[in-house]
Every structure is written in C-alpha cells, then in structure tokens.
C-alpha cells in the first residue's frame, strides 16, 4: 500500500485518515472526565514549576503548510528553517516517496538545520511486515525517532477493538526498538468522549500500550472535547514526548473560530499545560499544528511561531 504524492493527497490529510481507517481513537488512562467545556479548574490550578530550565525544540507539522508542501516541497522547507523553526513532522504522503528521494530531502534538512524527530503514518506503518520495514527505512533516513500512527485501522470503534489493535501496537513496539524508533498515536476528538461503558479510548489505549508507547498529545481536541489536559499528562507520566500546539476557541469556521484560531487566541491554558508536560509528561518537542486560519498558509505558521516565542518568554 502506498500514498500518492499528488497535491490533491497533500492537501487533505483528513482524505488520508478516511482512507486509512474509519474512525479515530486514541490514547488512555484511569481517570474518567465528565464532558462539557473545560473546566475553570484548569485557569486557578497552580502550574507544576520545570525542575530545571531547558530548551525545548519547536517544529511544524508541515500539514499546517500543505498547499505551499505541494507545490514546492524544498522552498517549503526553505521557508519554514528561516522562519525560526527547528522542528517538522511529514504526514502521509511522505510513504510513498522512494528511499533516494528520503535521502534528498534528509540532504535538505541537513542543509537548513531542520530535524525530523517525527512521522504521521497509517496502521499498517506499524504492522510486522513490508510496510513496517519501508516505514523503519523512511524515518531512519530522515533521522526521525517516533513512528507516530494518525489514525486506527476500520472499523476500530469498541473498546474491544482498542485493546486487540494496542496488541499489536505492543508487538511493533518491541519491534521498532532494535531499530532505534519508538511507537506513539496521536489523539482525536473522538477518543476523549466516553463510551457507553463510561470509558474513554484514551484511557484504554494508555492502559493497554506500554511506558514506551508514545502519546502524542493534540492539546485543541481535548479542549474541544471538554477534557483536563492538567489530568491527562499527570496520568501519562513521561509519555507525553510531543505536544501539538493546537489552539481551540468556541464558534465557527465562518466567524473563524474552533481550530482557525491562531496559536494563543483560543481556550487552551497554556501556562499550565507546558509547565505540567516539562515537569511531569517527558516531552521532547513541540509542533506547531495549524489546520486553516484567516491568513496565508506561511504567515499562518509564521504568526504561530512569534506567539510561542511572546508566550516562552513570560511562562
């Protein structure tokens, strides 16, 4: 199975997560969380303090500047190494390509200073076989630690189909090891809503993956669903190696609003929640994730990146 590199498959990742699977889930552990809005808990909640001050790399998942990826992937990166970035995150199409291109495009991020620590892929990226082993090669070239899966095979709804598919996560796991890569899945909407059993996805997967498991977090997607994100990474100690600062605001797309916000203009409380993954959750790096706003795709990442900047400075 491999990804088309047209500009129509870069410029739709969600085309990729519905080809890939039917329905997203995600990560998990014990505590469960009403729905609703977020809580004023996390505003007056008093921030766990870093141990001890670090740098922490700032990168691009690159779907936030599809377009421009699709019609000039080198000036793509040219752009983005200038802006200040240090970090980017392929999705989908990246599979497809051949080795000697990977090879080309590692040249590329050598030659501007960008690091490749992660990969969004489909399930079978991490199932023993041909596709595992093109997708070991793939992120080895490109230097990247996390094979990150985007969404679960079809059909994946119940917590029973959760626990089989972590199964299999446990497998690639011990698996990607020998080869210096590590297993992670990031998180929807969906997989903060309870089941009917009153459990959430997230909580089985967490339960059912081990410590080595990556949980790349989607802070925008348990804002929206009315999720603790404080909780969460207390819950998930030292799993939380990559956060995706994705902000959320109530409204619509037409009054821009929901994901268009920019980065610092929704609801998410920050502060709190960089404190909490530096202290507790194990993080590494960060991504910027912007699905759309009112600017241009580069001044988009470019406004993102100076509010993360304003925002380090006071935190």
């Known amino acids: 199975m491999a990804f088309a590199t047209t500009p129509q498959a870069l410029q ?3 085309r990729f997560l519905q080809i890939s699977s039917a329905v997203p889930a995600m990560l998990a552990v014990q505590s469960l969380l ?3 809005l977020v809580s004023s808990a996390h505003a007056v909640e008093p921030p766990i303090a870093p141990a001890a001050l670090k740098k922490y790399p700032v990168g691009l998942e ?3 500047v599809r377009g421009e990826l699709a019609r000039d992937l080198p000036n793509t990166l040219r752009i983005v190494a200038k802006m200040g970035y240090e970090v980017v995150e392929f999705f989908a199409p990246y599979f497809s390509w051949t080795f000697p291109y990977a090879k080309d495009v590692r040249r590329q991020l050598d030659d501007l200073g960008l690091r490749c620590f992660s990969t969004h892929n489909n399930f079978p990226s991490l199932t023993p076989g041909e596709m595992m082993a093109r997708a070991i090669e793939l992120n080895q070239i490109l230097g990247a630690r996390h094979i990150i899966m985007a969404s679960p095979p079809p059909n994946t709804k119940t917590g029973e189909d959760w626990k089989r598919v972590c199964g299999q996560l446990t497998t690639a796991v011990e698996q990607l090891k020998s080869h ?3 297993a992670g899945f990031h998180n929807h909407r969906i997989e903060w809503t309870p089941l009917s059993s009153g459990q959430r996805l997230m909580d089985i997967i967490a339960a059912n993956t081990p410590p080595e498991f990556v949980l790349q977090f989607d802070v925008g997607t348990c804002i929206e669903a009315g999720a603790d994100p404080m909780a969460w990474i207390k819950s998930n100690p030292g799993r939380i190696k990559s956060v995706h600062l ?3 605001a109530p409204g619509t797309k037409a009054e821009e609003k929901g994901y268009r ?3 610092g203009e929704g609801t998410a409380p920050w502060k709190g929640i960089l404190s909490n993954v530096e202290a507790v959750g194990g993080v590494e790096f960060y991504l910027i994730e912007q699905e759309g706003s009112r600017f241009p795709e580069f001044e988009t990442a470019q406004r993102c990146l100076d509010s993360w900047r304003a925002l380090r400075k006071t935190a």
Do not use: E, I, M
Request: hydrophobic residues 40%; without cysteine.
């Open 261 to 263: 916000v920019l980065f």
């Open 34 to 36: 009403p729905t609703g």
């Open 180 to 182: 210096g890569l590590a």
């Open 62 to 64: 690159l779907y936030s």
């Open 12 to 14: 739709s990742r969600r």
């Open 246 to 248: 994705k902000d959320w």
